[in-house]
C-alpha cells in the first residue's frame, strides 16, 4: 500500500532521518494509509505536519503539547488545540481563551485559529497525529508516541525553549526534557474536567517571563479576529 504520511519539512526531514528510516515508521505509514482507506481520518493529509511545517526546528522557543487531534468534522488541522477558521473552538480552546483574559488581558477571539502561535516558534505539537473521526484516541499505541517524543528530545537539544506541559498526560514527557536547561510551565489540562485547577495558572505570562530572561522575543498571545 502506498505511503499515507507527507514528507518532512526540510528543517525537520534532517532532524529526524534517524526516525523516519526505522522500522516502526514504515509500519505507523502502513497503518495510517489503511486507516484512511477504510475510515475518515483527521486531520487531512497534508495537514499532520502542520505543526512542524509552520515552526522550523531552529525557530522552537516553545513547545505545547496536547495528546489528540480533535475528532469531529473539520475541526483539526494539525496544530494542537487549534480548530480551522469557522469551526466553534471546542470547551478546551474556551477556557484556554478565557485564561488569556485573565492572565494577559488578552480580548477572546472570534475564532479558534492558533496559527498565529506557530508562526512566533511555539510547536503547537499533538503526541498523536491522526484519529479516526469521531473516535478518540483510535490511533494511540499505534507509534506516533515514538515519533513525537523523538520531537521533544530533538527540541531538548535546541538552547532554552519553553515547554507548556498541560495535564498528568503532557507532563510525564518532563523525563525526555533536560530541566536545568529548559522551563518547564505544569498546570491542569484546560478541559472542562479540570479547568477550575486550569483556571489562574498564569501559564501565558509565565511563558514570556521565562523567554523575557533568556533574552527571547515574547509570545504575542492575542489571536486576531478573522
Not at 519553553?162 to 514527557?173: D, I, R, S, T
Amino acid at each position: 500500500m502506498a505511503s499515507s504520511l507527507p514528507s518532512l519539512p526540510p528543517s525537520w526531514k534532517t532532524v529526524l532521518a534517524g526516525e523516519v528510516n526505522q522500522p516502526y515508521y514504515a509500519k505507523l505509514e502502513e497503518f495510517v494509509a489503511e486507516e484512511r482507506a477504510t475510515h475518515e481520518v483527521f486531520p487531512l493529509d497534508e495537514d499532520v505536519f502542520s505543526a512542524l511545517n509552520h515552526t522550523p526546528f531552529e525557530e522552537v522557543n516553545a513547545l505545547l503539547l496536547g495528546q489528540d487531534p480533535y475528532h469531529d468534522n473539520g475541526q483539526a488541522h494539525g496544530l494542537c488545540f487549534s480548530v480551522k477558521p469557522g469551526i466553534k473552538p471546542p470547551p478546551s480552546l474556551v477556557n484556554i481563551f478565557k485564561e488569556l483574559k485573565t492572565d494577559l488581558g488578552c480580548t477572546i477571539p472570534n475564532n479558534g485559529y492558533l496559527m498565529p502561535w506557530a508562526d512566533q516558534g511555539i510547536l503547537m505539537l499533538n503526541a498523536v497525529l491522526t484519529v479516526r473521526a469521531h473516535e478518540a484516541n483510535s490511533h494511540k499505541g499505534r507509534g506516533w508516541e515514538q515519533f513525537t517524543d523523538a520531537i521533544i528530545r530533538k527540541v531538548n537539544d535546541r538552547p532554552h525553549v519553553v515547554f507548556l506541559l498541560w495535564g498528568a498526560y503532557a507532563q510525564k514527557k518532563t523525563a525526555l526534557i533536560d530541566t536545568t536547561r529548559h522551563t518547564i510551565i505544569a498546570c491542569a489540562h484546560p478541559s472542562p474536567l479540570s479547568a477550575r485547577k486550569f483556571f489562574g495558572s498564569r501559564p501565558f505570562s509565565q511563558a514570556n517571563a521565562a523567554l523575557n530572561a533568556h533574552g527571547q522575543p515574547e509570545i504575542n498571545w492575542q489571536i486576531p479576529n478573522l
